[in-house]
């Protein structure tokens, strides 16, 4: 059988969540290939053919017989007019994939062949002032027409699945749930015997004093704006702290609405200096480290598919406060102190338990560790890969029927 991926969302030099996903299924497609398992059972003889809008970045799996990527144009409306046009033509000339599978909301117009797509979360329904009309329309049309044409819609969260059956009003059974995965050989608790390393990765950052650790975009959704005011608060009975704030900021045109985020941490001069210090975009080699020296990890969103920060952060054996109502409470299962995202007070009364009530920070560590077993990229790929399996044989039985 050979599987097509649209491969774009690994194909970014800077990964936010759905980039990370996406890299990490691809590896695990490469390893197929090669596994014992993957020979014993006849997977090893399975094609992927990557299809990209650019030459593929360089830590992309390396090519082989049996996992090559295609580099389609034209790149403006790709989805639209240059990937069914390239797919039409290998189906003429019988070269086409058998299953094609997108590793993002959009499959490919009037696509010829039976497709999967992606869906991380519906933000752009939940949150539609954060985006330029022009993308809602592409997220909301596109996303819409792809739905009904995929055999199966992959989601990162039971959450996720839900609010993608009730919004769309489709069957459950249509929606397989894959959750992420984390790269164990950075975040781990061996990290924490580094600390030399941590304290570089510290100074580096110009962390002078114990700290609380944010990571992700600079958004509305993200809720960073009550969770300053709720260091605030903290601040007043414990000035002995920073919040660090790791995430990327877009500027200008179809930004995030963050500039009233960003102007209220500029003028956050309360307590020390620098009590607040946002760092921007910071690479894994060093967000391990941050983790491990945090006093918690914090993330009060609005709304998230998923939060693989959270996963990171417990596996570094840094206890965790996240949301309450939304898939993070899912994700954390009971390892991690929730809090309500509209209520300042309870923010800053989670973030108090997490990094002084000792007790509690070892409760959450321990569970923690635990919890994070549930989660592996592998796991993610055979869900994946059996979920692919199962429309083609579902399509074989059809055809044959």
Not at 193 to 222: A, C, H, M
Not at 355 to 377: A, F, M, S, V
Request: aromatic share 12%; glycine share 6%.
């Amino acid at each position: 059988m050979i599987v097509g991926i649209d491969g774009n969302e690994a194909n970014q030099k800077i990964r936010t969540g759905s980039g990370v996903y996406s890299l990490e299924l691809l590896r695990q497609f490469k390893k197929f290939q090669i596994s014992p398992a993957s020979i014993s059972t006849g997977r090893a003889n399975f094609k992927f053919q990557i299809y990209l809008k650019n030459s593929p970045l360089k830590d992309l799996p390396s090519e082989d017989s049996n996992f090559e990527y295609k580099i389609v144009k034209p790149v403006n409306f790709w989805t639209q007019i240059g990937l069914p046009f390239q797919l039409w033509k290998e189906k003429i000339t019988r070269k086409a994939p058998d299953i094609f599978f997108s590793l993002t909301h959009y499959a490919p117009r009037f696509c010829p062949i039976p497709s999967l797509i992606t869906i991380f979360d519906l933000s752009f329904i939940k949150f539609p002032k954060m985006f330029l009309k022009k993308d809602l329309y592409q997220l909301r049309n596109w996303t819409e027409y792809s739905i009904r044409q995929a055999k199966k819609i992959i989601t990162i969260s039971e959450f996720s699945k839900n609010d993608i059956s009730n919004y769309y009003k489709i069957s459950p059974d249509k929606i397989v749930v894959a959750y992420p995965g984390y790269d164990k050989n950075k975040f781990n608790t061996q990290i924490k015997n580094q600390k030399s390393k941590i304290k570089s990765t510290i100074q580096k950052f110009k962390i002078d004093r114990e700290y609380i650790l944010y990571v992700g975009t600079i958004q509305p959704r993200k809720n960073i704006s009550r969770l300053i005011d709720a260091f605030r608060l903290l601040n007043n009975d414990y000035p002995g702290l920073q919040l660090v704030i790791c995430g990327m900021i877009k500027e200008g045109r179809g930004g995030w609405m963050n500039d009233e985020i960003i102007d209220k941490i500029k003028k956050s001069k309360f307590g020390r200096k620098d009590s607040i210090i946002i760092t921007g975009y910071v690479i894994d080699k060093d967000l391990q480290y941050l983790m491990a020296g945090a006093k918690t990890l914090v993330l009060p969103s609005l709304y998230e598919g998923f939060g693989i920060p959270v996963i990171e952060a417990m596996a570094c054996g840094c206890p965790v406060v996240v949301s309450s109502g939304i898939s993070l409470a899912e994700i954390a299962n009971g390892a991690a102190i929730l809090v309500n995202p509209f209520d300042v007070r309870s923010i800053a009364n989670g973030l108090k338990e997490a990094c002084y009530n000792n007790l509690r920070r070892q409760d959450l560590i321990k569970k923690g560790l635990i919890q994070i077993e549930r989660y592996d990229w592998e796991k993610s790929a055979e869900i994946i890969f059996s979920t692919i399996q199962s429309v083609k044989n579902d399509r074989s039985k059809r055809q044959n029927g």
